[in-house]
């Protein structure tokens, strides 16, 4: 049986996923895997790319969609189009390590429904800025969930970074025949862009095993999405995932401080007026407080001084701060 299945759900961004594509090509193993592509109805050249890249990596199985079903039903295509037992889904602006896909192969066994991969944190070249190193460990770790409170042990463990609870997309490796079940038999979710969330933690709350693999498997490319638009959209999104998560699955007291734990350690004053300008843009100000709340994060200083820089109107300035970012990202 194929071991591995490597996913790729894009939309209009031919150029990232040609990029990426050739990053698959130079690896050793690359033969031994499936690389399937959704695409959510794309306007641009990417059909013509994947047709390229088909003639070089026989292993490529493509589909387009008729019309643009979403983020979260077009990821839900890329795993139902799969044929390995393990999937592991690759944002297409994001890349490899070079030499990872032999170290996973090697590290996949039947025992783990999902794993989870540490990376690196890149700028839009894909140049490395930093070790994205979410969880505090020295080693691999595995964790059994036989209920919803065993995960707090793993929590725990996570610095400042939510995404490493199931959330970024390139970091996780999963069963991909629980997935589909759990597609097929789970509540429709949020379609938000986070079902993905919902998903594993439902697989692993069945009395399911994962492991967190602490070398670094793929390159997380910023500012290559919608929210880089609009950074608070990003950060509302976490915030309302984890909202909905606990009335979901849970009311654990301690889950929920961790997590709250987790968005106060990695939230700066500007991340809070991202946050507040957007919520106002959409009109989501009231929805936005019972958010924080719930998570303690009203009571944060740096969250008390963000709304006075709003009330004041200064975050008018952050656009020029963002552009002036981006230029120097340019220069790296």
């Not at 139902?80 to 297409?92: F, H, P, Q, S, T």
């Not at 463990?157 to 079940?181: C, E, P």
């Not at 990695?266 to 843009?281: D, G, R």
Request: charged fraction near 30%.
């Amino acid at each position: 049986m194929l071991k591995l299945s490597i996913g790729i759900p894009t939309y209009n961004r031919c150029d990232y996923l040609d990029r990426l594509l050739s990053l698959l090509f130079e690896e050793e193993k690359i033969s031994e895997v499936e690389i399937v592509i959704s695409d959510n109805a794309s306007e641009d050249s990417t059909e013509s790319i994947v047709k390229k890249w088909q003639k070089k990596l026989l292993n490529i199985n493509y589909v387009k969609n008729k019309k643009n079903i979403g983020f979260d039903r077009n990821l839900e295509n890329t795993i139902k189009n799969a044929n390995g037992e393990y999937i592991w889904i690759l944002g297409d602006d994001d890349g490899i390590v070079h030499g990872s896909l032999s170290k996973l192969l090697d590290s996949i066994n039947t025992e783990e429904d999902v794993l989870i991969l540490n990376g690196f944190f890149c700028n839009s070249n894909l140049e490395i800025l930093r070790n994205r190193n979410g969880v505090e460990v020295q080693e691999n770790v595995e964790f059994k969930v036989e209920k919803i409170e065993d995960l707090v042990s793993y929590v725990k463990l996570i610095k400042n970074d939510i995404s490493f609870l199931f959330a970024f997309i390139s970091g996780l490796v999963i069963n991909r025949k629980k997935w589909v079940d759990t597609i097929s038999k789970e509540m429709e979710f949020n379609r938000t862009g986070y079902d993905h969330v919902f998903i594993v933690i439902s697989i692993l709350s069945k009395g399911g095993k994962f492991k967190y693999l602490k070398d670094n498997y793929y390159l997380a490319a910023e500012s290559m999405n919608e929210h880089a638009k609009e950074p608070g959209k990003h950060f509302l999104l976490d915030v309302e995932c984890f909202y909905k998560f606990f009335n979901f699955y849970t009311q654990n007291q301690i889950l929920r401080e961790e997590i709250g734990r987790i968005f106060k350690n990695s939230s700066t004053v500007i991340k809070f007026v991202n946050l507040i300008s957007y919520s106002k843009k959409i009109n989501n100000q009231q929805q936005l407080d019972e958010y924080l709340n719930y998570f303690f994060l009203e009571k944060e200083k740096k969250y008390k001084l963000a709304r006075l820089i709003c009330f004041f109107k200064l975050d008018k300035f952050l656009p020029i701060a963002r552009k002036i970012k981006r230029m120097k990202e340019k220069k790296i």
